[in-house]
């Protein structure tokens, strides 16, 4: 965690926390409470891993800094509401967020909601992870003119979660037939998944292409491992994801690097197979890019970054909330899609790779920073600082 300490958010260490007692719109489960001055609970059930957290909603100021160098827009005080956990189960106690998830759906009580009913921004927020593990998010962030972009998807008739179309799969100069599916954009996972019959698909074509020898490696989650050598020059072949109107997304880097106790041994392709017809584009396959979730035009746009060089005329600085309305109204919860004992999709960075025995090769685990991108709209425990 890039030598940060993690210290535990705590309501009675902060002078602006709120509980929500039963009788606050926003709480879902008040028809289970058995008066309206209860505080409100929560109970969120992922479908990996047997994960779930449970615990008590509060309200409580997050500090934001402006993109903008205006020093009249340098900061802002933004409420939102906190998932407190008092009892986690499955991935969290292995170690799954250990600073907790932010949450970034599209439900009123998720952060970039909050910050736009206010007035704040745009409905509109941008990631960016670099290949160092850092990364940035930047509130009402509409993204570059030049941006690639494609329609978000409804699911059941309804915008709940980031779901886009890939049209087509190519390894180098080869575009696959029969891979087209619905992926989730998710930022919470770690790793990209594929519908089986996808993945066989791509996985068999870059196995053809790549000029690498086949290995297994011990604790590796992935099926199609190879050997190489730090001396050897890594040259794979590209992987593109094509989308609507001829929109292209080349993956940076697909693989995962497997390090030894003397250096680089090998590499995989970091795509796991998933059951169902929807695939996650997960974090490794957003780095390298800026990734615009634009939430007022339902559209997800990108654009090669390093995450740092955002030109002070494309930062969203924050604006003052308008003057018929109060500077930090909480919003209605007509569209709320969090429910007490919701199952919500999967974060799946529990499933990232085990750590191998001693005996075994040592595979080092980067890219693990989770920013959630699903409709959990909640932040547990507290921030994750490498987010930010």
């Known amino acids: 965690m890039q030598d940060r300490d993690l210290n535990q958010y705590s309501p009675s260490g902060s002078s602006t926390s709120k509980h929500l007692s039963c009788s606050h719109q926003l709480c879902e489960s008040s028809p289970n409470c058995d008066s309206p001055k209860q505080l409100c609970p929560y109970t969120i059930n992922y479908y990996s891993e047997n994960t779930s957290s449970s615990g008590l909603l509060i309200e409580d100021i997050l500090h934001l800094a402006s993109g903008s160098d205006d020093a009249s827009n340098s900061s802002v005080r933004a409420p939102v509401i906190i998932g407190c956990g008092m009892r986690q189960t499955g991935g969290y106690l292995d170690g799954v967020a250990p600073d907790g998830l932010m949450g970034l759906g599209l439900g009123e009580i998720s952060v970039p909601s909050f910050l736009a009913k206010a007035g704040l921004v745009r409905n509109s927020f941008s990631l960016c992870f670099n290949d160092d593990d850092s990364g940035r998010i930047f ?116 693989v995962f690097v497997v390090h030894g106790y003397q250096g680089v041994v090998g590499f995989c392709l970091a795509i ?23 939430r007022e035009n339902l559209k997800l746009g990108w654009s ?10 494309e930062r969203m600085p924050f604006t003052p909330p308008p003057n018929d309305r109060p500077p930090n109204p909480l919003p209605a919860n007509e569209q709320q899609n969090t429910h007490s004992g919701h199952t919500i999709t999967p974060a799946v960075a529990g499933r990232a790779p085990s750590n191998p025995s001693a005996a075994s090769t040592q595979l080092i685990l980067s890219q693990f920073c989770l920013v959630k991108s699903l409709p959990l709209m909640l932040l547990l425990l507290h921030l994750l600082p490498s987010a930010f």
């Not at 090669?304 to 005329?313: A, E, F, I, P, V």
Request: proline share 4%.
């Open 139 to 254: 509130f009402g962030d509409q993204g570059l003119a030049t941006q690639q972009s494609t329609l978000f998807l409804p699911s059941d008739g309804k915008y709940e979660t980031y779901i886009v179309g890939v049209e087509a799969c190519c390894i180098g100069s080869s575009c696959i037939k029969q891979t087209s599916f619905r992926a989730l954009v998710d930022s919470g996972a770690s790793f990209t998944f594929l519908p089986d019959e996808s993945y066989r698909n791509v996985v068999d074509e870059f196995d053809k292409q790549v000029n690498a020898t086949r290995f297994s490696f011990e604790g590796s989650p992935w099926e199609y491992c190879y050997k190489f050598s730090s001396k050897e020059l890594l040259k794979n072949p590209s992987v593109i994801l094509k989308f609507a109107l001829n929109n292209s997304f080349v993956v940076h880097n697909p």
């Open 272 to 294: 796991q197979p998933t059951d169902g017809d929807i695939g996650i584009l997960g974090q490794n396959f957003m780095t390298g890019y800026r990734m615009v979730f634009d």
């Open 304 to 313: 090669r970054s390093n995450c740092q060089d955002l030109t002070d005329g």
